[in-house]
Nanobody, 123 residues
């Protein structure tokens, strides 16, 4: 079992930045690919970013490419999502997830999920 706890969400103005953290416990994340997903009110959950176990490869949704950066610190058992140039359409609950699959973009490939952290971007 892997327990994931997100933090770092909040209210920010458009153009601002936030850094989300996902702290894992129970097991090392070394053997898991890690992903971030988000869900806005009335919308389905969507993929945001993913990083492979080694951290060598990263993947991003087109909507966040060039603005968001995913990273991981396996020694700290923590994953990060640096979000820059935030837009009102980035407003959502952001979830961290862990997967042993190589299908990084699909939510059902992830076995463990955090409880989410709210990000609100005002215009």
């Amino acid at each position: 079992q892997v327990q994931l706890v997100e933090s770092g969400g909040g209210l920010v103005q458009a153009g601002g930045s936030l850094r989300l953290s996902c702290a894992a416990s129970g097991r090392t994340i070394l053997t898991y690919a890690m992903g971030w997903f988000r869900q806005a009110p009335g919308k389905e959950r969507e993929f945001v970013a993913a990083i492979t176990r080694s951290g060598i490869s990263t993947y991003y949704a087109d909507s966040v490419k060039g603005r968001f950066t995913i990273s991981r610190d396996n020694a700290r058992n923590t994953v990060y999502l640096q979000m820059n140039s935030l837009k009102p359409e980035d407003t959502a609950v952001y979830y961290c997830a862990a997967s042993r699959s190589t299908d990084y973009l699909t939510g059902t490939s992830y076995a463990y999920w955090g409880q989410g952290t709210q990000v609100t971007v005002s215009s």
